[in-house]
């Protein structure tokens, strides 16, 4: 008897949120990196290129998930959280990784952004990916 973890498309979502939340964490950590100019236009104009580049991985993922894998509005929503959540946990990770190698301990080390970053991202990312995925599975069987 094969379990649902065993079987193919079971595991690719697995995959497929892993790889979303990687690309999450390293569209944060480059656009990071790039914004270093003084002038807070500047750095305005970097945060929005990281926005929207976010929003495109994460429009992107709930395509293949509603499209390619079939997947309910619910279930959708979910994989979309978790990857937002598993992606801004590599951010809060980054940050204490930053904060122990630049030599600012005399600010306090970002540990609680560890729990709450991806609590507080993850929380939005479904409902909105719940929204666009119902609105996507109603426009599905209309047409």
Request: hydrophobic share 60%; aromatic share 8%.
């Amino acid at each position: 008897m094969i379990s649902h973890v065993d079987q193919p498309g079971r595991r690719s979502w697995l995959r497929v949120m892993i790889l979303v939340a990687a690309a999450y964490a390293l569209i944060g950590i480059v656009f990071a990196l790039l914004d270093d100019s003084p002038d807070p236009d500047t750095v305005r104009l970097w945060r929005l290129a990281a926005w929207v580049v976010s929003g495109a991985v994460a429009a992107a993922h709930i395509l293949y998930e509603q499209y390619r894998a079939g997947s309910s509005p619910r279930r959708t929503a979910l994989h979309a959280a978790w990857a937002v959540a598993l992606g801004t946990f590599g951010l809060a990770l980054a940050a204490n990784v930053n904060w122990l190698l630049a030599d600012t301990h005399t600010q306090r080390a970002p540990l609680l952004a560890l729990p709450v970053w991806p609590v507080i991202t993850a929380v939005p990312a479904f409902l909105l990916a719940l929204a666009i995925a119902s609105a996507l599975a109603r426009l599905s069987r209309r047409a």
